[in-house]
């Protein structure tokens, strides 16, 4: 497991992304039970599963060590299991503070497209979500889409009637793409509401939705 370790090394900006990337990197080699899990708590040290428990537990309490920055070391080191550990960097980076909260709550509320193409103006709405996911807080898709509709530039506004109108909304991932397709025909589109309503019909149907 060791050979191909994550790259990403926890600091205090990217712990929504790096918890992410250690789970999946832990269950995909088979270790995540030990976290979170049938293994997550040690065996007796008389029993006969206990050496073999520790060999894997210790393998993942050397990935932690091995991507986490020095001054966070010791937060690996002092737990005696990998839950442990695990519980120990969630309680500093995904504390359930309200201040925070609200913080990230009011960034996502604020948040306007402006100049920023599609792909970074969803990026930074997924990001955010993401950032609230990592304190305990999920974001249902639909509000998410409505972020996302609220905050689009005026040149996107006919579009957004469009989709505003239809009876059943789009998943956020959906939207995304048909924000994509109408970015894409806006060098050519003579921006009328009857050619968003065109360019939506398109985007629908490439959703696999027009079928």
């Known amino acids: 497991m060791a050979s191909s370790l994550p790259t990403e090394k926890l600091d205090r900006t990217n712990y929504a992304s790096w918890s992410y990337k250690?789970?999946?990197?832990?269950l995909g080699h088979g270790y995540w039970s030990y976290v979170d899990g049938a293994n997550d708590t040690a065996?007796?040290?008389?029993?006969?599963?206990?050496?073999?428990?520790?060999?894997s537990a210790s393998?993942?309490?050397y990935c932690f060590a091995s991507c986490v920055g020095e001054q966070l070391?010791?937060?690996?080191?002092?737990?005696?299991?990998?839950?442990?550990?695990?519980?120990?960097?969630?309680?500093?980076?995904?504390?359930?503070?309200t201040a925070r909260k609200l913080q990230l709550r009011q960034e996502l509320s604020n948040l306007r497209?402006?100049?920023?193409?599609?792909a970074d103006y969803t990026s930074k709405i997924?990001?955010?979500?993401?950032?609230?996911?990592?304190?305990?807080?999920?974001?249902?898709?639909?509000?998410?889409?409505q972020v996302c509709l609220g905050g689009l530039a005026s040149k996107f506004g006919a579009f957004r009637t469009a989709v505003c109108t239809r009876e059943?909304?789009?998943?956020?991932?959906?939207?995304?793409?048909?924000l994509l397709v109408d970015e894409n025909h806006a060098g050519v589109s003579t921006s009328t509401h009857t050619d968003s309503k065109m360019l939506y019909t398109e985007a629908d149907r490439l959703c696999g939705r027009g079928r």
């Open 43 to 55: 065996p007796d040290s008389t029993h006969k599963d206990f050496p073999a428990w520790e060999q």
């Open 73 to 97: 070391l010791s937060y690996v080191r002092d737990a005696k299991t990998p839950k442990g550990a695990w519980e120990n960097l969630k309680k500093i980076f995904a504390a359930s503070t």
């Open 59 to 61: 393998r993942v309490l």
């Open 113 to 118: 497209q402006r100049d920023l193409s599609v």
């Open 168 to 178: 059943n909304m789009s998943s956020f991932f959906d939207l995304q793409s048909m």
């Open 22 to 26: 250690m789970h999946q990197y832990l």
């Open 126 to 145: 997924k990001d955010i979500c993401d950032s609230l996911a990592s304190i305990d807080v999920n974001i249902e898709e639909s509000e998410m889409v």
